[in-house]
């Protein structure tokens, strides 16, 4: 039998978006927004975006990225207090295999400047997997994504 292995991680990403929370919070919550900065990149192919954003909703994106690699993102919404919070379950997979299960929590917290935005996550990478520090910088450029987008609203 294959040796079964699991590592754990937690991490924080603070970032400051010059809008107000309503903006920020509906890149998340409006399905064309999020497919544009979430998961339509160059050079990929996006196969599936289905999005039910709701407590108990469903999310779905699968997509071959440049290098031909099949990613599918599942997300189940556990809570969502609008222009605030959210908190979302995923778990990824590579191929048909499953590399983690994370919770993340969204807050989006309104200063003078606009819209600072607090990302936690706490993950389980499974054997073979991305681990801490390649999901936090995927993460860190998929923010960076939706600062792109803030700017084209």
């Known amino acids: 039998m294959k040796e079964r292995s699991v590592t754990h991680a937690t991490f924080t990403i ?3 978006y010059p809008t107000r929370p309503q903006r920020v919070f509906g890149a998340f919550s409006d399905p ?23 407590v108990g909703g469903n999310e779905r994106a699968r997509f071959r990225a440049k290098n031909g690699m099949l990613l599918t993102n599942e997300t189940v919404y556990r809570d969502i207090v609008p222009d605030q919070r959210i908190v979302m379950a995923y778990n990824m997979s590579v191929g048909d295999r499953r590399i983690s299960s994370s919770q993340a929590t969204l807050e989006f917290m309104p200063v003078a400047q606009g819209t600072d935005l607090i990302f936690t996550e706490q993950s389980a990478f499974f054997e073979g997997s991305d681990g801490r520090q390649i999901r936090e910088a995927g993460w860190r450029e998929l923010l960076e994504r939706l600062a792109r987008e803030m700017e084209r609203q």
């Open 14 to 16: 603070e970032r400051r």
């Open 32 to 54: 064309a927004k999020k497919r544009r900065w979430f998961v339509e990149d160059e050079g990929a192919v996006l196969e599936v975006f289905e999005m039910d954003f709701r």
